[in-house]
DNA sequence: ACGGTTTACACC
DNA sequence: TGGTGTAAA
């Protein structure tokens, strides 16, 4: 719930722009054929024609209504067009609306701070383009006024038989309230966005214009589609006494039922009988301040900068007899999710030079035969790796994870068979904790990069799998080592088995998914190759540290490591027999990574199939028993061998005071900065501990 | 036995 | 903190 700020004399202009039926003129774009009909966006069209997730409004006319199936909506309407949401991997892609909600946001971002509420709504503050606008040019003083401005629709204005004179002369007033004309010129300035969206994009949208988010939120639904509706300061008690109060923002759910059944609360207005104190008595302090705020039109929230997502997600329910019954199926289906979500995470890497840290998995199941059936499965989540079979791993580790806890102590061992008595009816992956690469990333790469410099580049042979990883995450690729062990290969032979087995179940099972080819999560159908795509860095960046590398330089080539560092190295390297040094190997990776990034706009980073590397969980249960190999295989940067001793463990790991400050000094001043900001926002994850022999191994004394 | 799939956020 | 619940589109 929103902290409602108390601040009665709030002159924000605050604007909410709403696509109209989104989908529908995304796919309407797409297919011009389609303008004007009525036409409704369906996804899988297996089952009663699928169901319905946008309409248009001229098949609103006929009555049809989203969450009707296709049948019905053929029924009310036999003229409709009904078109399917894309397909990838078995499920809804909906990147063709993401793509279309990116266009939208990158216009309606040009006038004020700008939120991106969900895929198809913004909210805009406005006040300093309105503000300079009443400044420099007032509406008052112009003599025309954009045909779309007049169009507004101003709630308590009296328009009678001419309203856009009407609105006209009210936009114009010069003897309005400060507030009001403020209002004016947001409305001036949202016709205009909402024109530039339409001739850019060939979107319509409809617009809110008020003095705070709510309010503008309520008004953009108002007048659809394609129109703007303004709320006057002096419009808001009467607009909220009789407005019922489901309608209100985080109203629609179980408070406003709630404020129904328990206080008889049915408008807005009614709330305004009861005493703040009396509000927070039922529903908390917050929450109670937030309603008696709400009664009065008051909401203090800010419009956040946000043009991108949070967090990407990729989820499928599997209703009813549909539901997931064995862990094979359960894997085949995280696969497909976690290479999409592992695409989307590509995209807004390349895209947005942003990185997640947090791979969370959430299912539901059911428990068909048992006892505490009401016990729900728990999300798992544990830090995030760069990497599509990495991340399809550790999703699979959560998932087992959750289900031994899910159903309790006595899980017989089920690999891959039919189980005892549950389903999985929904699996989701969500990756959270994005951050923008800081500024300095870059540059920190592009000192590792000089730093290499002086090395030549040797040629690589049968490391280079290992070695080739992404160079992203500074966990994993240029400060942490380790921390996610890789499977030795008695077990990797037992998972080849266990992939014969996955093969088996899932024909069973999915007949007709199986069918389609790569779906299985045999070896061999793996790809072989991933593609890594970023953007070159800033060139201006690293000249003013060239000062400090001989500096640099010497530390690492005297570097003869300290004892945990060395400790395992010593383990790795005689588990790795015929490796490189660490710096050798090290070098390798980094300057192919800038030697690419330096070589032009776009670099590829090649690295080869993950199957030989990386296998099964590391979790505790059936292979977490395994011995383990404590595998700093990857990430060796060999930079520094101490500045490798600081930076063993994944950076999620560290707390700042548990590095050496001498080891930090050494850095030039940028870098120490950087290592503090990539430290900064990474806690260790306490829910699933993958890494427990690693950090047992470098950290004795503080972790068990 | 569900419109399905995503996102955000408050709470503890 | 991470995990859960709520709300919304």
Redo the contacts with the bound molecule.
Sequence with gaps: ???ARPESSDSRVIAHV??DC?YVQVEQRKQPSLRGQPAAVV??NS?QGG????VSYEARKFGVK????GDEAKQVCPEIHLVQ?PVARG????NSY?NAGSEVVTILSRRGRC???????VYLDLTIAAEAMLADNPPECLETISEEAVKSHVLGLEVGTNPRENVRHWLTRSDASRRDKLLACGALIVAELRLQVLEETEFTCSAGIAHNKMLA?LAS?MNKPAQQTLVPFSSISKLLETLPI?K???????????LQIDLGVNTVGDLLQFSEEKLQEYY????GSWLWNTARGISG?EV?E?L????????????????LKTVASVEKWLSE?CE?LSE?LQSDLEQNKRIAH?L?L?AQA?KSNDADSFK????????LRYETAKIKEDALS?FQ??LR?YLGQYNVKTSGNKNCGWGI??L?V?A???VAIPSGTRSIMNYFQNQEETYPQVKLSSEKLIQDAPLLSPSENCLGCGGHPTLQSTEQLARHEEDKETKRCIEEEDKEMCKEKGFLLSPEQLPDKETLICSSPDAEVYPKWEKEYPRWEKDQTESSGVSLTEKSRDTFESEEGKRKSNKEKGMQTISRYFQSQNSGSLIQIEHASTTNLSESSSLSGPHGEQPQENSLTRGESSVDARLCSQFKRPA?SYDIDEIDQDVLKELPKQIQEEVHAWLR????????KRDLGITRYFLPSKDK
């Design positions: 719930m929103p902290v709403d696509m989104f996804q899988y089952w169901g319905l997730i946008a989203r969450s009707m199936r949401v499920k809804a892609d909906l993401r939120e991106r509420a969900s895929i198809d709504e939120k639904g489901k209100m923002k985080q109203l629609g759910g179980k408070l406003g039922t709630s908390g302090l917050n929450t929230e956040k946000r991108l997502p949070n967090s990407h997600g990729s989820g499928k329910t599997f209703p009813g007899p549909r539901a999710l999409e989307r947090t969370t959430h059911h729900k499965f728990p999300s798992k989540s544990c830090p959560l994870a959750g806890e009816t929904g989701s969500s959270s904790k994005i999620w926002p990474q806690k260790r994850s306490n829910t699933v």
